[in-house]
């Protein structure tokens, strides 16, 4: 079956929730009023683990992305998703130099502008190994980002990013989250945005499929007690729980 087609079908699962469309909408403009606005976290975006030896094998991990990559939720960066990854990777024979690159409340449409600035990768290291992380896609669903839309922005930002980064980079997607189970959202709202965020979890996958990228699912079910007190961003456990798991898929790669 075709990725055009599985999308078409996929749009068969929004017929129960046409009855209740007006409360949908009604409830989406409510929590965007009323939802909690945490900061990003502070501190330096980039670090290196382990921080006191000098492995043999290095790897610089650029994590692109959007609120989670900005550590909404926490207020130390070095509690974040890319640190977390970073130290769950790092190892007496690895080496791994992160940087964040994110800006909360951002779309793919918009992340290229905010990268632009930080195009090289630092100089003063030999990498072995490069990796390009993206995690985007939860403002995207909220946002209704057509699925073509969707899939040549990301296109567009992986062939921007990787012609600044070194030959050979690995390409990895962190999953969209499943948003139906974010505290914040009530139902059906849950339903309707957690159905958007599977549609363009599925596009991340298929072009993955196709461009030789790599998916990184998340392994498991999303708890409450994860969750900052905004009800829609992780905590410092989720973040670390969320980090292992990345770290999982990518040790493959490496």
């Known amino acids: 079956m075709t990725s055009r087609l599985t999308l078409l079908l996929s749009y068969l699962l929004y017929l129960p929730l046409l009855p209740v469309l007006p409360w949908i909408i009604y409830q989406g ?92 990768a630092p100089e003063q290291a030999p990498y072995q190994k490069a990796l390009l992380l993206i995690t985007l896609g939860v403002n995207d669903t909220t946002g209704l980002t057509a699925a073509h839309q969707w899939r040549r922005q990301l296109r567009r930002i992986i062939q921007h990013e990787t012609a600044h980064l070194p030959a050979g980079t690995q390409v990895v997607f962190t999953q969209v989250p499943p948003m139906q189970d974010f505290p914040a959202l009530p139902a059906p709202l849950n339903r309707f945005l957690g159905l958007r965020a599977w549609q363009l979890d599925k596009q991340i996958r298929h072009l993955c ?35 292992e798991g990345v770290a999982d898929s990518i040790r493959t790669l490496l």
Do not use: F
């Open 29 to 120: 403009k409510t929590v965007k009023r009323n939802t909690l606005r945490l900061p990003e976290a502070s501190g330096i975006r980039s670090g290196t683990e382990p921080k006191l030896q000098q492995p043999a094998h290095s790897l610089l991990l650029r994590h692109i992305g959007e609120s989670t990559v900005a550590g909404v939720g926490i207020s130390s960066i070095s509690n974040g998703l890319t640190a977390c990854i970073a130290r769950a990777l790092a190892s007496e024979q690895l080496a791994v130099q992160w940087q964040a690159i994110a800006q909360s409340g951002i779309r793919a449409a918009q992340l290229k502008d905010i990268i632009a600035e930080e195009d090289k």
């Open 209 to 243: 499929s196709k461009q030789g990228w790599h998916h990184a699912a998340i392994s498991l079910p999303l708890q409450p007690q994860w969750m900052a007190e905004d009800g829609y961003h992780p905590n410092a456990e989720g973040y670390a729980r969320w980090g």
